[in-house]
């Protein structure tokens, strides 16, 4: 009852100021208290959506409190639900991707209103450090797969279009590092390729650093990898890659 009151509460709020307080204070972290939420995984990532349209509401909320109220929730919601007890416990990976791609959803409140580069840069390297519990190449080729390429808040967002490419990073290196193959044909059909190669701004290449380690998911986008990759493809005979974006990779390696 202590989660259901929490929300409800928040709704019951009538002023800005006890609504910021309230959630600062009590609903983040009741929230996602895993001992609150043992066994009902399925009732906390349903309500997702419902917080989301009651606490993001556009131009109500100062932009640099929706950012770090936002920043807050996506980056606990999606560290509970990467935690491997916690999948272990629910032995459906089906339903941790769509839980997973719910969780995402919730950016369309507020990602498109991050601009600046620290942001931006930083943002994405906390969500790409919270799949490192995400060994499977299945799970994140999943992930790419489930997400809706063509909404609006991926197209208007810098910052969302940075994390996925950053999850695109991580799939090729981990595919890299066992050995295992992964082409274009595997993903295209998505159309998350499609995105990442013609639709995503170019300049969006450089937003975060190289890095010049081997690990999986360091949290930057090795370009290193992105790029030989690329390569391979072309070589390959796919002219697929041949998109502004891969473009622009190849020639700032």
């Known amino acids: 009852m202590k989660i259901e009151k929490a929300a409800l509460a928040l709704i019951d709020c009538r002023d800005i100021r006890r609504k910021l307080r309230f959630f600062e204070e009590t609903a983040i972290t009741e929230y996602i208290d895993k001992h609150e939420i043992v066994d009902r995984v399925e009732r906390f990532a349903e309500n997702i959506s419902f917080i989301n ?81 995400i060994t499977s190449r299945d799970e994140l080729l999943s992930v790419l797969r489930s997400t809706n390429f063509g909404h609006s808040v991926i197209n208007d967002s810098r910052l969302i279009q940075t994390m996925f490419f950053s999850l695109l990073t991580a799939l090729i290196q981990i595919c890299d590092s066992t050995n295992s ?64 974006v891969a473009q622009k990779i190849c020639q700032a390696c």
Not at 76 to 93: A, P, S, V, Y
Not at 204 to 232: A, D, H, Q, R, Y
């Open 53 to 133: 349209t009651c606490i993001f509401v556009p131009n109500q909320i100062p932009i640099v409190m929706l950012i770090q109220k936002g920043r807050q929730s996506v980056y606990d919601w999606l560290q509970f639900l990467c935690t491997k007890d916690e999948r272990r416990q629910q032995g459906d990976n089906d339903k941790f991707i769509k839980y997973v791609c719910m969780v995402l959803e919730t950016m369309d409140r507020w990602g498109k209103r991050i601009f600046d580069e620290e942001s931006v840069q930083s943002f994405a390297t906390d969500f790409c450090t919270l799949f490192t519990q």
């Open 181 to 244: 193959i992964l082409t274009l044909q595997q993903i295209e059909g998505s159309g998350s390729i499609y995105f990442f190669l013609f639709l995503m701004p170019a300049s969006n290449c450089e937003v975060l650093p190289e890095s010049t380690n081997n690990l999986s998911f360091s949290g930057v986008i090795n370009w290193n990898f992105i790029k030989c990759w690329l390569n391979e493809q072309k070589m390959d005979g796919n002219r697929f890659v041949e998109g502004s």
